[in-house]
């Protein structure tokens, strides 16, 4: 069984991401996530693959924060990061089983990390197993229609002045190596995981969990130059982003 762990990127993952998050953390994730869930003084969190601990440190302090990754070094750094008594972290397989209570968090998080681990749907049903009846499960992905490694790319249109979205292949799971450094010998790989969308609202309906809203994010970013209009254009209609809130059903 390959292996998922980013621990083997972690010091490069480190460098690109820091305290903060990279820049679409910073500028879309993030300012985005809050409209979608506000966790409150007194609730708990539950942040699924959650590398160093960004999303941690976007909450007020009173909110009990627990953050579950596979990686001991990241969850290393994220501890060296935070320094809030109502955060605790842990090293665990998330497809296996959470070293937490069940039915105990108000909400749930996972971001940009489910295409990273096999098997998601797995996820999906822990994560579920530990929410509270009504809590809440925000899961933000590379947009699985438009941004699929080896199988999507940007195209010109030169005659209509236009840049267009190419997709080889969609439907079809698919496990795709992501090189860390290309161009460098004995580079480590890290792994995406590719499923349509349809995968996830079945994964979270067989986990008791109800879809309540569907959000596509754009890049905030600005071209200039000749094609600027058409880059512009295009990056508007073409969303990075796709963030799926569900709630688990109650019994």
């Not at 049903?125 to 438009?146: E, I, M, R, W, Y």
């Amino acid at each position: 069984m390959k292996s998922t762990s980013w621990s083997p990127v972690a010091k490069w993952y480190n460098q690109v991401v820091g305290e903060g998050g990279h820049y679409f953390h910073q500028h879309v994730i993030l300012p985005h996530l809050t409209s979608l869930l506000d966790p409150q003084p007194g609730q708990s969190v539950l942040d699924i693959g959650c590398g160093q601990g960004i999303y941690a440190r976007t909450l007020l302090p009173s909110v009990h924060y627990t953050g579950i990754d596979s990686s001991k070094d990241l969850i290393l750094e994220a501890k060296k990061l935070t320094k809030n008594p109502h955060h605790q972290y842990y090293v665990a397989d998330v497809t296996v089983s959470l070293p937490v209570a069940t039915s105990s968090f108000d909400h749930a998080v996972c971001l940009l990390a489910l295409q990273n681990i096999k098997d998601g749907s797995r996820v999906i049903k822990n994560v579920s197993t530990a929410l509270k009846s009504n809590g809440d499960f925000v899961v933000v992905l590379n947009h699985p229609c438009f941004r699929i490694p080896r199988q999507s790319s940007w195209g010109v249109d030169v005659s209509n002045k236009l840049e267009y979205r190419r997709v080889n292949r969609y439907l079809s799971p698919l496990e795709i190596p992501i090189n860390a450094h290309p161009g460098l010998k004995d580079s480590p790989l890290t792994w995406t995981f590719h499923e349509p969308l349809e995968y996830y609202f079945k994964a979270l309906k067989q986990a008791g969990m109800v879809i309540t809203d569907l959000e596509e994010w754009t890049s905030d970013k600005q071209s200039v130059g000749k094609a600027a209009r058409a880059e512009n254009r295009a990056r508007k209609e073409f969303p990075l982003f796709l963030a799926i809130k569900a709630s688990k059903i109650s019994l």
